[in-house]
């Protein structure tokens, strides 16, 4: 069957098109001037829109709304209320007002607070999103909404994402006026983020109680296979997962989400998808949508897709990488340099202006991506290292070091690349290479942060780009409108801001354990582990930071502290019982087994006449070490379940945190050692779950 893409698209989405052709003229400016300039609505104009937005919805099937959030949880939430009303004769009317499109109500204390609220204190508020178009799915109108407490705290991801939004279009526009802009009436963040998943065969999956409870195999000796020959990357796409990609693209497209790159990636079993950019509200919107969509139409191919950061060892884990710009209303990207960017004051200001933020803040990065899962991924092979840097390329670094000691800067002329095969097309070299192992890295007219985890909302990554931003933004306003020459003062503090904040600057191998060393001679910070970065988040500057944009209150930054740590502690104790568990009831049952069969083999070769150790070294060899194993990995198991508990009764967040990390973490390591050794060694036909070899290639 064909499907025609501009047809199918958008089409279960009340967008502005649906909008403009469906309410009066006055409600739709009112709504347009709402969304544009963040203008409260009157109650009789969400009536009317509310009315419109029903009788829409019920045309596309739908019997239901909800209110869809994105609590601290780290996916969405949604309660789902039908349209019916009943009438006096016993029937029922479809309704839908304005009330119960602008506000809604979720028990609060049942989703994390990190101490905001008290179990006693359910009470929580839903509240209608404007600027992020409500759609139709299996039947029920999506609306999206922010989350808040009873007091007003923000509870979810949206709210400070908008919040950090108004915050840099603030002090942006600041900056931009005094560059003569008077047409500009706005700016807006573009994201593009770039998801990474693998999948799996379900019947295989389901054999495994590590990524039914985890997402990800705590167990499994690699396979002689695996991404050794780089022939899966860009690699043929196999018919079955083919098939999922375009059903997903077609379901994605339908919800206005804008699908447009798949292909396979580094590993096995490996993907990746990547959306046309959008607004930066959007964009979180809708790849938490494209997370749901892809799990539920796996399902549907019998695959299971894990968005886990590390679902295999010793394969590539997967992100999410977060390509992030600024862009005017007038559809001007403020990071695209031009033909001669060394000439391009403003964009110089605004490139000098990430460069400080990323440096100032760069604690603040690091936090926006920490997760048990992402600690795996962080400083592998396959992912950026935990230090966060600026990859700018050859022809800018060229450019502010010239700014830097005041000289000449000779442009570079783009040369025409020379393959040798006169029928290939000519084309002109790009003046800079790219770097895919720095965690930031600008790109041409956009940075793009690689340290996001593939399971993460990339909601916090961009507000705190959006907060540091915003406030160097604001130091640079305050120096430039009180300037007598604004292009002496201008031609200083680009001057100055490289002189300061060189040292985030980095072009080279950030794999290398010379970056390592070299980053620390610089003063640049190494947090390897979530409670390390953590452990900043209530810094005074952060604080102060936040306060000052209106992004979060103390308390807020305090709450997501707690449940940083506390999500920590979670995730990593239910994989050390589930480690106990399968350690106690799987592995060594069948390792046994398997010994016993060995032992019950050297005995009869030995009443056979067989000498030892000559004829009987394989076995003898083999039982000594299984029953080591055996022995060890139990004392480990049993240790494991017990320091979970212990350490689960420590109430300081903090110590708790670190008890993890330095007690549980190591110990889950040797566990994993001794069970992975063991399967090396033991028959297949005894190992208990399916292998490295079977998950990875079992999708065929």
Known sequence: MVVNIPEIFGTMVFDDKEMKARLPEEVY???KKTIKDGRSLKLETANVIAAAMRDWA????????????????GITAEKHDSFISPTEDGGVIMDFRGNALVKGESDASSFPSGGLRATFEARGYTAWDPTSYAFVKDHVLYIPTAFCSWGGEALDQKTPLLRSIEALNRQAMRVLKLFGNEDVTSVQTTVGPEQEYFLVDAEIYNQRKDLLYT?????????????????????????????????LDEELWRVGVLAKTEHNEAAPAQHELAPVYTTGNLAVDHNQLTMELMQKIAKRHGMVCLLHEKPFAGVNGSGKHNNWSISTNTGVNLFEPGETPHENAQF??????????VDEYQELLRISVASAGNDHRLGANEAPPAIV???????????????????????????????????????????????????????????????????ASVAPPNVMLNAAVAEVLSDFADILEGAVDFKAVLHDLIRDTIRQHKRIIFNGNGYGDEWVEEAARRGLANHRT??????HFTDAKYVALFAKHRIFSQGEIVSRHRILLSNYCKVNNIEALTMSEMAEREFIPAICKYTKVLSEGLLAKRSLGFVPPLDTAYEEEVIRTLSAITSEAHEQAKKLSS??????????????????????????????????????????????????????????
């Open 389 to 455: 840097s600026i990859f700018i390329g050859e022809e800018l670094e060229a450019i502010l070091k010239s700014i830097e000691q005041e000289s000449a800067y000779a442009m570079q002329e783009k040369t025409q690349m020379r393959i040798g095969v006169h029928v290939l097309p000519k084309f002109s070299k790009d003046t800079t290479d790219r770097n895919r192992t720095s965690p930031f890295a600008f790109t041409g007219n956009k940075f793009e942060f690689r340290m996001p985890g593939s399971s």
């Open 643 to 700: 320091l979970v508990v212990e350490i689960r009764k420590e109430k300081n967040i903090t110590i708790r945190a670190e008890r993890v990390r330095d007690e549980i973490c190591p110990l889950m390591e040797t566990l994993r050692e001794r069970i992975d050794r063991a399967e090396g060694l033991t028959d297949r036909a005894f190992w208990p779950v399916p292998t490295y070899g079977e998950l990875l290639y079992g999708v065929r």
């Open 530 to 535: 979530t409670p390390d970065a953590v452990a």
């Open 348 to 357: 110089l200001l605004f490139l000098c202006a990430v460069i400080r933020a």
């Open 29 to 31: 400016i009112s709504i």
């Open 58 to 73: 019920i045309e596309k099937g739908a019997t239901h709304f909800t209110h869809w959030f994105q609590p601290m949880t």
């Open 215 to 247: 997402g990800r195999t705590l167990f499994g000796a690699k396979p002689p296979k695996g991404q050794d020959l780089g022939d899966h990357y860009y690699g043929s796409i196999k018919p079955r997962v083919q098939a999922f990609m375009r059903e």
